[in-house]
């Protein structure tokens, strides 16, 4: 799911996004509407905080993880370096180099 979140862009979430294990669980008869948000704005705008929430998260973590490289920290979170770089930006988070404070 944390490569999936930061694969789709912001956007929701698709099967082109999740891997083929999980695609083909889903198909072989797996609930597919089992906590799947409502479909009220409010519910699906409070889902997609909580995904921004955790893409941060988890982005901060693999930083920490990996002492503040980018490249180590994209690499572990199965994303390019560019698509971190464009995450740090958009999360607001200082693109320093060298360890995390």
Do not use: Y
Not at 16 to 21: F, K, V, W
Not at 23 to 44: I, K, N
């Amino acid at each position: 799911m944390e490569r999936a979140a930061l694969l789709c862009g912001g956007g929701e979430i698709g099967p082109e996004h999740l891997p083929d294990r999980v695609r083909l669980g889903a198909a072989a008869g797996a609930p597919g509407a089992a906590g799947r948000p409502s479909d009220s704005p409010a519910a699906w705008d409070a889902a997609r905080a909580e995904k921004r929430a955790l893409e941060r998260t988890l982005i901060v973590e693999a930083l920490e993880a990996c002492g503040g490289n980018q490249t180590r920290a994209a690499e572990r979170l199965g994303i390019s370096r560019r698509t971190m770089v464009s995450r740090l930006g958009e999360f607001g988070i200082g693109r320093k180099r060298g360890p995390m404070t």
